[in-house]
């Protein structure tokens, strides 16, 4: 075992995170944690996940929800292409598998959604295999220790990341060994303050020696994000707002929305081509600016009173939905704070 595995092992036991509610061999709760994870800190995750489980404790009830449903727990975690193809993977546990995960990483990654280092870790905690994982905080465990140059998410520096981690794998403690390098990621070789003099490895730390932990990893290259706009429609009517159910593919893809109003057109123009309602009173809320990892995207409700539900707003994705609704219903974050100021009582 190398001492840099060795090490990493000795100090996870003594001073590791023991508590954690996934720390468990069922791959089907460290699957989800693990997905969950992906892109979101711990704190925010732990309320999604035992509100997730609390509804779907097992991957049969998973598989059998509506989708719907899983896009209303995921609803404000982010990033829900992960919701639907947990959804679909766990489908095709059911279907394919006998309503059980393949024990190694290579039959895991053949899941939808599962990658090379979600499914080596599953492999890992729950089966005991020999696979590296290389998470976000492995990564830049391993960018510091051994002064590896280059953005973490370019292809070559990510090969170098996969062959450096297979061949610090300890023979034994397998399980514990990965739980190692992410706490460490998580508690001490953290983002920004690393907190070096209690790092377990500082003295082989090269990017300790050379001066450089704030260097390394090397930072993402920074690109113009550009920036759209675009105007939401607020129906309101007896106490309900109308809400429109995206397409299954692209960004918010299967959420519930406001219904979005062409480049140039006016909040009447648009009531009136989608769904034949004229005369109505449309009043500019306040803006809200949300930021994707691609681009900036500022919304501009335009919210406007029906007296009565018309008949023309008919259609298997829009629904009337009252405030009590809310909860059970997947909405994008920016949507749903939208949507609840809406719901606000006018101020005096």
């Known amino acids: 075992m190398s001492e840099f595995a060795k090490k990493l092992i000795a100090w ?17 709760c460290v699957w989800l944690s693990e997905i969950m994870l992906q892109q979101t800190q711990v704190d925010t995750v732990i309320p999604y996940y035992q509100r997730f489980l609390a509804r779907c404790p097992d991957v049969a009830s998973l598989a059998a929800a509506p989708l719907d449903d899983v896009l209303a ?3 404000g975690l982010g990033y829900y292409a992960r919701a639907r193809n947990l959804h679909s993977a ?16 290579a039959g895991l990654a053949e899941l939808p959604g599962i990658g090379r280092s979600t499914a080596a870790a599953v492999a890992s905690f729950c089966f005991g295999e020999r696979v590296a994982i290389l998470d976000g905080n492995v990564k830049r465990v391993l960018c510091r220790h051994f002064a590896i140059e280059g953005y973490p998410g370019e292809r070559a520096v990510e090969q170098k990341l996969w062959a450096l981690a297979e061949s610090l794998l300890p023979a034994k403690d397998i399980s514990i060994y990965p739980q190692a390098q992410m706490d460490l990621g998580a508690m001490i070789c953290t983002r920004s303050k690393p907190r070096c003099l209690h790092c377990p ?9 050379e001066g450089r932990e704030n260097e390394l990893p090397t930072a993402r290259p920074r690109k113009t994000v550009p920036e759209r706009s675009c105007g939401v429609l607020l129906l309101r009517c007896q106490g309900t707002i109308l809400l429109e159910q995206r397409p299954a593919a692209g960004i918010w893809g299967g959420l519930y929305s406001l219904p979005e109003m062409l480049e140039e057109e006016s909040a009447a123009e648009c009531a009136l081509r989608r769904f034949g309602l004229s005369k109505l ?9 949300h930021s994707f990892t691609h681009f900036g995207l500022t919304l501009t ?48």
């Not at 996870?12 to 089907?28: A, F, I």
């Not at 766990?90 to 990483?105: C, D, I, L, N």
């Not at 490895?201 to 020696?209: D, F, G, H």
């Not at 500019?284 to 600016?289: C, F, P, S, V």
Request: glycine share 6%; net charge positive.
């Open 281 to 289: 009173k449309f009043v500019a809320g306040e803006d809200l600016h």
């Open 301 to 348: 409700p335009w919210q406007a009173e029906l007296r009565k539900l018309p008949l023309q707003v008919n259609a298997p994705n829009l629904r009337w939905v009252a405030q009590q609704e809310l909860e059970g219903i997947g909405l994008p974050a920016p949507i749903r704070k939208l949507v609840e100021r809406s719901f606000e009582p006018e101020k005096a």
């Open 73 to 75: 727990l995921w609803s």
């Open 12 to 28: 996870q036991r003594r001073n590791g995170r023991h508590d954690l509610p996934w720390q468990t061999q069922d791959p089907y």
């Open 90 to 105: 766990a489908r095709s546990v059911m279907e394919k598998h006998g309503g059980q995960f393949p024990r190694t990483a």
């Open 201 to 209: 490895v500082n003295a082989t730390c090269q990017a300790r020696a």
